[in-house]
């Protein structure tokens, strides 16, 4: 399996996927921290994929998404967009909805 493939496979299988830099307890840059705060404020119950731990991954996610930076949020398979997006999502209310939307 290709990384594009295991990133496909990644954001089918869960509902809301975050990559980002270390994990949601230590979280290794301030814009996957913050992203993070903001998604665990939404309530949601989402996965997280590290790409510090796989180099591979890291560069496999910017050319799957066609965006150069890390964090990145999906829901629902779509690619939402990195942590200034995440941001103004939340305080328009509408990452909140997304979160709380249903699947399909």
Known sequence: MTEQEAIKQQIESDRIVLYMKGSPAMP??????RSTQLLQACGADF????????????????DYS???????LYIDGQFIGGCDIITAMFQSGELQKLVAGSQG
Do not use: E, H, M, Y
Not at 47 to 62: E, F, G, S, W, Y
Not at 66 to 72: L, M, R
């Open 47 to 62: 996965a997280t994929v590290d790409v510090l731990a796989d180099a591979a991954i890291r560069q496999a996610i910017k």
């Open 66 to 72: 066609n965006w150069p930076t890390i964090p990145q």
């Open 28 to 33: 290794l840059c301030g814009f996957s921290a």
